[in-house]
């Protein structure tokens, strides 16, 4: 590079920045007017256009975190984030308050690491419409009420924390046909519990790999991907449900489900037994958390509706329980999952062939939310 850069007369990667001119065509010959596209305005440099203009980054970014409301709370719950001493805040919150519980997390983990503290330490009473990432990366220890509805993200990358949501108390609407947070919630979570008292819209936790999750509906693709973890969906879902779910559970109870299923790569099954007792106990938290009533009818019907939920059952995941029950000789069956922290195998762990293996050995190191621990 520092070779290429001296033939053109560049003494450093910021003079090469923005300088077009030194592109050309891959294509010998290569003539707009000779049906070919014409990129000479996007690619005619900057400097060229407005003399003197920055073509890098020149100015400091201010990203204002002392205005932030994790870092307005901090002075409050800094003594129980690193002793464990239990705490309780209420406050207001708006759109612009972003990534809400994430600064928080970072002191909790530097004091107490991946454990974090025990559910329900430091819990946030919310108010208002939170913006996006509500709740990102939160940590073992820390919980967040809210009470009205969120943007996009909430419970990104989720670490252990616990995330309930529910519309204001004075409320006359129906929860479960409304939206009450935003897309993509749920995205690589890893551990922890969310608590959703209304639909979330699209892509619901895609790539989760561990945590507990209750929704009232879902809009298209919800758990794409998924490895692990569990999803309870008490209501309508999008089109192309489970595409490329190869780990975790999902329990639905909505009508036409097996059309909005892609089934190419996941079984639906009927519940019964002791994953029953655990489901209709994992919705009766869900609306003691959150006060649904369609959760509360569900619950008081559940016999009759136990025959109309689907669980969604991935086939690699199936195969490694029946591995794993042929090597220990006992039934096959999911362990079922402790309230904050899933046990269930991520699907990406329990499938290593040798080719992963040796590239393995050479990234020893895996980073939870704001922690790192070894493989």
Known sequence: LREIMASLGI???NELVGRTEF???????????????DLGLLLKPAHEMRPGVATYSVIKQDHQIESRLDSRLLPELLESLRTGKPAEVATEICNTDRAVGAILSYHLSVAHGLEGLP??????????SAGQSLGAFLAPGIAIDLEGDANDYVGKGLSGGQIVVYPPRASTFDSHVNVIVGNVCLFGATSGEAFIGGIAAERFAVRNSGALAVVEGVGDHGCEYMTGGRVVVLGNVGRNFAAGMS????YVLAEGFEDMC?????DLETVHGDEALWLKQTIQRHADLTGSKHARRVVDRFSGLLPKFVKVFPRDYKRVLAQESAN?????????????????VDIEDALVDESLLSDRV???????GFAKYRR
């Open 11 to 13: 003494r450093s990667i």
């Open 119 to 128: 559910q329900g330490t430091v819990r946030l009473h919310l108010r208002g």
């Open 262 to 266: 892609n089934k190419e790569s996941v």
């Open 328 to 344: 220990i000789n006992v039934p096959v069956e999911p362990q079922l999952p402790k309230p904050v922290v899933s046990e269930m």
């Open 247 to 250: 780990g975790g559970l999902a």
């Open 362 to 368: 050479q990234k020893l190191d895996k980073l939870r």
């Open 23 to 37: 592109l050309r065509t891959t294509t010998p010959g290569y003539r707009f007017d000779k049906g070919g596209l």
